[in-house]
């Protein structure tokens, strides 16, 4: 065994994992070698009861398992063609004004958000059925790319959220009450993203141009209950989840449940399910759900090694000593999320980074329950700020070749959308009641 200081420890620990990560290895390689070659110079033998301890509780947590269920839940959404409906009807209503098209494929994005809850089949489903449809009507290619990225990463931030269910266990917060809490700020952003495009659509009339009227000249009748038929099955879906967490009928893991059995009764009614569905939506969630607690695991021995080291309480103290008082420290927490997400992947940031700092929002005087959805929303930007930008590499592996957008469309589109992110979160600060309000209803 060896004698380090706590600040030695903290930024041989934190730099070799960030080191890792940019040479190219995946985070479990780095978090897990990092932690285990750390933990072993500094407490010996002893290190390995410490990681099995840490490893067997992460793995039995009862609450995680609501990620397999709701990741079921998404993929099998996917293969419904719920999206195809939506937009078919949304289209009717909305392509007759300037920017429409980006508008639906928020108003998509949107609703997705609150059945799916994974980035990947909402930026992917997007991009192959509303990015075509914007491009070839004359759409600008970065409004058009910037509209799908931003409209498929809400499903990361309004739930069921596969963030918000390793959130809660990491920082100590109720599941429930994250979901609850991060609904209005993600309608929040909707908004903001949705007034966005009107507005700019407005001013530069030819980036994104009315699709002709007799496109869409269906009676009224209709196209209304087209629309009706087409938001009654999520909205369904939406309530059986969220309304049983929200009346106190369910907590997190026995909705996911109930979800994951509604979106495939909702696939068989649609006449899109089959066994190979069956096996393929399987084989995704068993494919997420590994990738999801593998860098968990090793993440949690991490922190398991990084706390007992000191290196907790030296963040701490950097934190706690940033100039201009608690709002200063508040900021200094929002920068390093801001920062890491460039470089690291999120369920990373949250296992590594939350256990850490969930303890210093009492300590500033803050909500833990709006300090964390401080972070969550904050973390929102990371899946659309290179070089680690999931968002934007979904998109570019997507996008149909013959489209033509490029990298430098889509990285142009989404930087507007980051900004409107941080006018979210100043909304958050200024009227904290955003994030509060809903969970304070809840029937417990």
């Not at 999206?83 to 928020?106: C, D, K």
Request: hydrophobic residues 60%; glycine residues 12%; aromatic residues 12%.
């Amino acid at each position: 065994m060896i004698d380090l200081s706590p600040e030695i420890v903290t930024i041989i620990m934190l730099g070799g994992v960030l080191v890792g990560v940019l040479i190219g290895y995946p985070l479990a390689i780095p978090v897990g070698a990092v932690g285990l070659i750390m933990g072993f110079l500094l407490f010996g033998t002893g290190v390995f009861d410490l990681l099995y301890a840490r490893l067997f509780k992460l793995v039995h947590s009862y609450v995680l398992l609501a990620i397999p269920l709701f990741v079921f839940m998404g993929v099998m959404l996917e293969r419904s063609g719920i999206t195809e409906r939506m937009y078919a009807a949304l289209y009717l209503w909305l392509s007759g004004f300037r920017g429409g098209l980006a508008i639906i494929t928020v108003l998509i994005g949107t609703i997705l958000a609150a059945c799916v809850g994974i980035i990947g089949a909402s930026v992917t489903m997007l991009a192959l059925l509303a990015l075509p449809s914007m491009i070839k009507r004359g759409y600008s290619k970065s409004l058009a790319s910037g509209s799908v990225c931003a409209g498929g990463t809400l499903g990361i931030l309004i739930p069921p959220s596969i963030m918000l269910v390793i959130f809660g266990p990491m920082a100590g917060i109720s599941v429930g009450k994250l979901f609850m809490a991060a609904f209005i700020p993600g309608l929040v952003l909707s908004g903001l993203y949705i007034t966005y495009i009107a507005v700019r659509c407005f001013f530069q009339t030819k980036i994104a141009p009315a699709v002709p009227v007799e496109e869409r000249a269906v009676p009224f009748l209709k196209k209304t209950a087209t629309l009706v038929a087409s938001l009654v099955p999520p909205g369904l879906l939406i309530l059986a989840v969220l309304g049983s967490i929200f009346f106190g009928i369910a907590p997190p893991t026995e909705a996911a449940a109930v979800g994951a059995l509604a979106a495939t009764i909702l696939t068989i009614a649609y006449r899109r399910f089959s066994f190979e569905v069956l096996s393929d939506t399987a084989l995704q969630t068993l494919k997420v759900t590994s990738m999801i607690l593998l860098i968990g695991g090793l993440s949690f021995a991490f922190v398991g090694v990084f706390i007992p080291a000191g290196g907790a309480k030296v963040v701490e103290a950097v934190i706690m000593g940033t100039p201009g008082g608690y709002w200063g420290a508040f900021a200094m927490v929002m920068f390093i999320i801001f920062l890491l997400g460039f470089f690291i992947d999120w369920i990373g940031i949250i296992f590594i980074m939350v256990p850490i700092l969930a303890p210093i929002a009492p300590a500033l005087g803050f909500d833990p329950l709006w300090f964390g959805m401080m972070i969550i929303i904050n973390l929102q930007m990371s899946f659309m700020t290179p070089p680690f930008a999931a968002a934007i590499f979904y998109l570019r592996g997507s996008a149909p070749p013959e489209l033509g957008v490029t990298m430098g469309d889509i990285i142009r589109g989404v930087f507007p959308f980051v900004g409107l992110i941080m006018i979210g979160l100043s909304l958050c600060v200024a009227f904290p009641q955003i994030i509060l309000w809903l969970p304070a209803q809840m029937i417990k």
